[in-house]
């Protein structure tokens, strides 16, 4: 198994227990944080992660003025895929370091989609 896919994995085992994803959020604008891919030309990303605390980390910098904000996996399915869609943005996943793995919106949402709970 790839490292990649190693990273996958754990991001979608912990976000099945939690139901929840994190992205970083400025919390006057409510601007999310989106940037241009390392990995794809002419592809802009929009980082998550699987915990509070791994968000977290990457509030300095350029982006010291944003916060983790959590998003449901519900909220995600119901609401953000139409959109990030339409944008062509892809997802970065559990970044770490310079470890950034980059998928596909759709192989995101079908992976997302196997470890979603109905309530």
Not at 55 to 73: F, N, R
């Amino acid at each position: 198994m790839s490292v990649q896919e190693n990273i996958i994995n754990e991001f979608m085992a912990e976000v099945k227990t939690s139901q929840t994803l994190w992205a970083l959020q400025e919390p006057e604008t409510e601007d999310w944080v989106v940037l241009d891919s390392i990995n794809f030309e002419n592809t802009e990303v929009m980082p998550l992660w699987s915990s509070e605390a791994l968000a977290k980390v990457h509030c300095v910098d350029e982006w010291s003025d944003y916060i983790p904000c959590k998003i449901s996996v519900a909220e995600w399915m119901e609401f953000w895929i139409e959109d990030l869609n339409e944008d062509g943005i892809i997802v970065g996943v559990n970044w770490v370091e310079e470890e950034c793995v980059e998928i596909e919106l759709s192989e995101f949402t079908q992976n997302l989609s196997e470890v979603e709970q109905y309530k």
